[in-house]
């Protein structure tokens, strides 16, 4: 019979542990059939956040480093700095890079590092139990905002993405989504052309994903999916917000 | 201090901080990761001018939060690398320093330690003690720290610190202070490139097909493997006490009354036991050069010998608890010190020497 789908060997065979539903363990697989495909895995090394995807080094089976709440990219501005020919990413969520690690994530992007920054946007702190997060929406009712996200007391929703791409140092930024297959094609098409430029050494290559959080959001994964086209997506429109100038 | 002279080269004038800064590129680090604070900007300075021209990487970073994130993410890749500091900074990187201890990645951390808390001064000090040898960040761990005392040391502690790191897998940390940072005497730098570098086959360089995937944390979610990692971690101190346990002794054979002082008091109180036995009091020196692992052992012995021991730091009397431990109760231990970016001179300590006699001889009377 012949083989059509398969593990790529950039995953190892630990079962993931996250909810059903969750968008990680799509987002990890896509970007570790990119590691294969572009046949990179003895060169890659990855930083895993404090998060959900705290373990995503038992998945991804690549050299991995753990870093602390914030600082992934600093961590992997590291690395990079010691082995420049090396493919390096992170990967954060919100809390992680938009809020703890706000200096850490501006001033990575402005140096230009050359580097694949991935940034889970779920709106909210999944890990720690459904916690407001810098990116939950006006009136999102989680553990923390009882009453729903309050403007006067916690400002707006911080749109990362957006404020990056005024920095030279940013080279690619786009925003992606893995709630249905073509989503999941694009978000590859991203991958595949962030370690292209880094390669070429072009510098930041920032890919969000705006992802769901079932258990975080109290709902089913459907219901999830729902919410992430009619409220997320507005909020976060999908697609490239910084693209390579064409010569 | 003895002169030092040797094939490596002629003594030359220079800073503490840039003597430091000059040992750390002869120690062919990959990278030097920093962020300015009064009193040891020379060291990132000297470093941005010279590393371009010879070998090396200097990146000057937003915080000293992500220089000692930069330093995780390089060692735990296998390069050799350097940070520096002062107090303030030094508290920001606490975080990390833990993680790196619990990683078992090995770096070099310099504190040029100033008058504190909070902003303090930017005067000389040694308030940083506790947070240098006691923990300073979360959890059960240890910096192997070393004091320097004087710009001789604070090269040749480079090449000292990054040996027991690598030696260990541990943080190293040289735990310095202003004036030496600031002062300028004779240095013979250590030869470039003498420093052999140690193999890292458990970095992150980037999985090949005959090895398992390499990965760097502190994260041990099972209490029984966190529990399993701490124990690793305990052998480690308990090897380098054993083996590590630095420390200098002077006139201490025939002393009645032994100082012990690290780093610069360690320099004032020299000039305390000359002007003391002048005046036919007995002093003797003991000087910690790792202030972890502590001389606990010599100086119990010492106890035996004397009448008191008095502590000579440049703050509120913060390794004092260290004498007081090592003599278990034998004699009694004293403190005398300056804090605040004061510095004690050696007719103090001696005038301090001489009250305790006093009080001692009417107590006998």
Known sequence: ?247 | MEEKKNKNGEAKLMKGNEALAEAAIRAKIDAYFGYPITPQSEVLEYLEREIPKRSGLVLQAESEIASINMIYGAAGAGARVMTSSSGPGISLMQEGLSYIASAQLPCLVVNVVRGGPGLGTIQPSQGDYFQAVKGGGHGDYHLIVLAPASVQEMADFVFEGFRLAEKYRNPAMILTDGALGQMMEKVIQPEEGSLPKIKTPWATTGKTKDRDHNIITSLFIKPEEMESVNHQLQEKYRKIERDEVRFEEIKTNDAEIILVAFGLSSRICQKTVDLGREKGIKIGLLRPITLYPYPYKRLNELADQVDFMMSVEMNAGQMVEDVKLAVEGKVPVYFTGRMGGMIPSPDDVLHEIESIIEKQNVLQD
């Open chain 1, 1 to 247: 019979m012949e083989m059509v789908y398969c593990r790529p060997d950039t995953l190892t065979d630990t079962p993931f542990h996250y909810c059903p539903g969750c968008g990680h363990s799509v987002v990890h697989r896509v970007l570790m059939e990119v590691v294969e495909e572009l046949g990179i895995q003895d060169k890659t090394i990855g930083v895993a956040p404090v998060g959900c995807s705290v373990f995503a080094y038992h998945y991804m089976n690549v050299d991995m480093q753990e870093a602390a709440h914030g600082r992934a990219s600093a961590v992997a501005t590291g690395i990079k700095r010691v082995l420049p020919d090396r493919y390096v990413f992170s990967y954060q969520g919100d809390g992680d890079l938009a809020a703890i690690g706000t200096a850490e994530t501006i001033h990575t992007v402005n140096r230009g590092e050359n580097i694949l920054m991935v940034f889970i946007n779920n709106g909210i702190y999944g890990m720690t139990g459904g916690q407001m997060a810098p990116t939950s929406l006006l009136g999102q009712v989680t553990t923390t905002s009882p009453y729903g996200r309050d403007v006067k007391m916690v400002g707006h929703p911080i749109k990362i993405a957006d404020l990056l791409i005024h920095l030279p140092g940013a080279y690619y930024v786009t925003r992606q989504a893995v709630h249905n297959p073509n989503a999941v094609r694009k978000l590859k098409k991203a991958f595949e052309k962030s370690f292209q430029y880094q390669k070429e050494g072009k510098g930041t290559c920032f890919v969000e994903v705006v992802s769901n959080c079932p258990s975080g959001w109290r709902m089913t994964p459907v219901e999830s999916i729902k919410y992430l086209e009619e409220t997320m997506f507005p909020a976060y429109p999908l697609g490239d917000l910084k693209v390579p100038e064409k010569v």
